[in-house]
């Protein structure tokens, strides 16, 4: 499933943009995929409550890649209409793995291993995109004329399918909690809690959005990067991000939240500002300090999101999990969402990457500021006894 999200993630955009779309077209599309995840993430919180997830999975594992293989008809066909429906509908594929593999996880992996677990979670995105990068980049070494971007997402896609052979022989007997109260019933969630927890989310995902879907195309657009090789950058940053994140618990033990989440925020969004700045900067070798920035900023990003989610998952308790899951997935793709459509005008308009990018970069040092609010309040309920560390 990840290889298919960070392989089209890498190049797809890069592929609409040679078939003829311009940015803000493109970026008008990709909403449609975080659309989907919005509407069906709240519902899906509510049905996954007192219910096995196992078949949610198995669901995503054969509509992801199918629906992978039309959308690469439609950009190929310019078909607006299809594009518009099969990223709609692939959002919603993704969810259901995107939304219910933490709760999966928190259900049946033991209290003591749930950070490591987590963590391992996260380091498949990590290792997905360190395999597409080399299979995307060897391909077109082969014979770039034959090996494009259009029949090497296709490979890939068909490549997906192995994710049903996995998923349709885990053999665990999965851990289901008693439903307790109606599946319907709001007023079983703690609300105040809940909110709380996702406002420092929702400023770093509105963030995130303007950013990340389209940091290809920057580079692409401006320092000439084409698909093949950003496909290698982005392995060889997404190699160093597996790297760090293997080391999360080990990093969390030793510095503690308080400390981990903010550090290494802020020098990824310190990266990310120099990234920025690329753009305008006379110099010949300004592409290479955008790649090492870029390099930087990948790995300390990525560090936080194992961190952040044991916190909040603490933080909200445990009848409030699969909720919080829920909209977490909601808010990231309900904001990329608004963000590729901010992204779409502001373009459409002419604003140059750097503008967008230092917008990014503060919303990225407001949403750490509250997270560190955050962490504080989650100690001060520790010791108090309101919360089991």
């Known amino acids: 499933m990840q290889l298919i999200n960070a392989s089209f993630m890498a190049i ?15 970026a008008s599309f990709v909403s449609f995929r975080f659309l989907g995840v919005l509407l069906f993430a709240f519902p899906l919180g509510l049905l996954i409550k007192g219910r096995k997830i196992a078949p949610f999975f198995k ?3 054969i509509a992801t890649p199918m629906l992978s293989l039309v959308i690469l008809e439609a950009i190929d066909h310019q078909n607006d209409i299809l594009l518009y429906t099969s990223l709609f509908l692939w959002g919603l594929s993704f969810t ?112 995130a959005g303007l950013t990340i879907p389209f940091i290809g195309l920057f580079f692409y657009k401006v320092h000439g990067l084409d698909s093949n090789q950003f496909a290698m950058l982005s392995s060889f940053a997404t190699a160093i991000v597996f790297i760090f994140v293997i080391f999360v618990p080990y990093i969390k033990n030793k510095l503690g939240y308080k400390l981990a989440i903010p550090l290494t925020q802020t020098i990824a969004i310190l990266a990310l500002i120099t ?18 920035a870029y390099v930087i900023r990948q790995p300390l990003m990525n560090m936080a999101g194992p961190m952040t989610s044991d916190i909040v998952m603490k933080y909200v308790g445990e009848k409030n999990r699969e909720m919080m899951s829920a909209l977490t997935a909601a ?44 962490i504080l309040d989650y100690e001060k309920k520790v010791k108090l006894g309101e919360i089991e560390n």
């Open 12 to 26: 797809m955009l890069i592929y609409m943009e040679k078939v003829g779309y311009q940015d803000h077209e493109s």
């Open 275 to 292: 990234l920025a700045f690329t753009e305008i900067m006379p110099l010949e070798f300004a592409i290479y300090i955008a790649m090492f």
């Open 96 to 207: 259901g793995i995107q939304i219910t593999a933490l709760p999966y996880i928190l259900r049946n992996a033991s209290k003591e291993s749930h950070t490591e677990a987590i963590t391992l979670s996260y380091s498949t995105w990590s290792v997905a995109g360190i395999v597409s990068g080399i299979i995307i980049y060897t391909l077109n070494l082969i014979n770039p004329e034959l090996f494009n971007e259009k029949l090497i997402l296709q490979i890939i896609s068909i490549l997906g399918f192995g994710c049903a052979i996995f998923i349709f022989n885990i053999k665990h007997k999965e851990i289901v909690p008693t439903l307790t109260s109606k599946r319907l019933n709001l007023k079983d969630f703690d609300w105040k809690i809940i909110i709380k927890a996702l406002v420092p989310t929702l400023i770093i995902a509105v963030g």
């Open 59 to 61: 669901i995503s594992s």
């Open 331 to 374: 808010v990231w793709s309900g904001s990329w969402f608004i963000s590729s459509l901010i992204f779409q005008i502001l373009r459409q308009i002419g604003l140059q990457y750097i503008y967008v990018f230092l917008i990014t970069a503060g919303l990225y040092f407001f949403g750490v500021f509250i997270y560190f609010l955050l």
